[in-house]
C-alpha cells in the first residue's frame, strides 16, 4: 500500500491541503494535483529552469523541491504575480513589449527568475542579468530579447 502524508500549502495566497506521497515534488503537486500547469517541466532534474517558482520570495526549482519540505512556506507561481485587478506585473509587461518568447515554454520560468532577479538587485547591467538569469535555458534562442525584457522591467522597478 502507498503511504500518503497529509500537508498544507499556501500558493499564491491560498490554503491548499493535499494527500501525496511523500517523494511527490512540489512541480508535480502543482501541475499534477492542483492544475496550476504554469510551472513548466522540462527536465525535471534541476537543468533547464522551466520550473522555477518562489518560496518565501526566493527562487527555487521546483522540480528539485519536495512538496513537503515547503509546507508552511509561502509559494508564488506564475499564475500568483498579475496585480489583484489582472494588471500584468511588469516582468509579464516588459516580456511583451521585447516579444522576449517564441514557443512560450520557457516563459514562466523566464519571469519567475526575471522577478527575482530584479528583487536582489542583479539587473544592473546586460552581463549581470545575463548570469543571475543563466539557470533558464531557451532552446528557442530568445536571449538577446528576455535580456532586454529584464533591463526594462528592472529600470521602472
Ligand atoms: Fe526543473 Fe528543468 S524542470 S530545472
Ligand atoms: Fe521557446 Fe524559450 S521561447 S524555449
Redesign the pocket.
Known amino acids: 500500500m502507498t503511504r500518503t502524508i497529509h500537508i498544507a500549502l499556501d500558493i499564491n495566497g491560498q490554503r491548499h491541503e493535499l494527500d501525496l506521497e511523500p517523494r511527490v515534488t512540489l512541480?508535480d503537486a502543482l501541475r499534477e494535483h492542483l492544475s496550476l500547469t504554469g510551472t513548466?517541466?522540462?527536465?525535471?532534474?534541476?537543468?533547464?529552469?522551466?520550473?522555477?517558482c518562489h518560496v518565501d520570495g526566493k527562487r527555487v526549482?521546483?522540480?528539485?523541491t519536495l512538496a513537503a519540505q515547503v509546507e508552511g512556506r509561502a509559494i508564488t507561481t506564475i499564475e500568483g504575480i498579475a496585480g489583484d485587478g489582472g494588471d500584468l506585473h511588469p516582468v509579464q509587461a516588459a516580456f511583451i513589449e521585447q516579444d522576449a518568447f517564441q514557443c512560450g515554454y520557457c516563459t514562466p520560468?523566464q519571469i519567475m527568475s526575471a522577478v527575482a532577479c530584479i528583487r536582489e538587485g542583479h539587473a544592473g547591467s546586460d552581463a549581470e542579468i545575463r548570469e543571475y538569469m543563466s539557470?533558464n535555458?531557451c532552446r528557442c534562442g530568445a536571449y538577446n530579447s528576455i535580456v532586454a525584457a529584464v533591463r526594462q522591467a528592472g529600470e521602472v522597478a
Open positions: 512541480l513548466k517541466k522540462g527536465c525535471d532534474q534541476g537543468q533547464c529552469g522551466a520550473c522555477t526549482l521546483s522540480c528539485l520560468g539557470g535555458l
